[in-house]
């Protein structure tokens, strides 16, 4: 069983990744959001992200123990529902999704408040929460831009 929370901590090893692993495992929801989850119905993909981030929580709190660090580099599932997040609900085009990355990546990266506040929750609710805050703060900036286009 503890194989499996770190799979699903590292994003099935996407945090494993020796370069930018929170960016390669938001590159890797978009492109699965882009081929596979846009053309399903909202409301599944809606389910798939609460159950990633119910798992998340879990998985993180676990693996952050184990490895007895606050927020690991490793764990990437955060980014991953972080990301699919904003994507929820976003129309499938190229130039759609190259926004969604590039405003969720630096609300991540950049951590503005109350990005850096959600952050100090604790355990897994942290580790995910932050995530959460700077997606919500990238998706509502897109669905202006994409709503005055």
Known sequence: MKNVGRVVATFFGLGFFPLAP?????????LFYKF????????????????LTVLGIICST???????????????VDEACGQLFVLLLV???????AIAFAL???FDIVKPFPVSQAEKLPRGWGIMADDFVAAAIAKIILHI???LK
């Open 22 to 30: 929170g960016t390669a495992a938001s590159l890797a929801v978009l």
């Open 91 to 97: 129309p499938p085009t190229w130039g759609a999704l």
């Open 104 to 106: 969720f990546r630096f």
């Open 36 to 51: 596979c989850l846009a053309s399903l119905p909202w409301p599944y993909v809606l389910a798939l992200l609460f159950l």
């Open 62 to 76: 676990a693996y952050s123990s184990e490895l007895q660090e606050k927020d690991p580099r490793r764990i990437v």
């Open 145 to 147: 831009y994409l709503y």
